[in-house]
């Protein structure tokens, strides 16, 4: 009943910035908190960022500190993840996460990739 988009991938170099968006779409009126993850090839998918939805309580993981954001737009029912000083480590596919009441739901990636 609730959809996740991710767009903004895309390939840049070393030092660089993307921003990505998530659209949410369906029934969203219980969203609790959305979320950022990423999964490096053949890594486990890790946490990145997330903002709570009515509160605005936000977390990062520490490798992003002081060069990621994130972001929302509650009337647009988006978020967004504004990635600066991209290094090649945070290459991988980004997904987009969200807490529907209690039930998570997930995008299907976009592809960064940051070359050297």
């Known amino acids: 009943q609730v959809q996740l988009a991710e767009f903004g991938g895309g390939l840049v170099q070393a030092g660089g910035s993307l921003r990505l968006s998530c659209a949410a779409s369906?029934?969203?009126?219980?969203?609790?908190?959305m979320g950022w993850f990423r999964q490096a090839p053949g890594k486990e998918r890790k946490f990145v960022a997330s903002i709570n939805w009515s509160s605005s309580e936000i977390y990062y993981t520490d490798s992003v500190k002081g060069r990621f954001i994130i972001s929302k737009d509650k009337a647009m029912r988006t978020m967004f993840l504004q990635m600066n000083n991209l290094k090649p480590e945070d290459t991988g596919v980004y997904y987009c996460n969200s807490f529907v009441g209690n039930t998570p739901v997930w995008g299907q990636g976009t592809q960064v990739t940051v070359s050297s």
């Open positions: 369906g029934r969203t009126s219980s969203t609790y908190a």
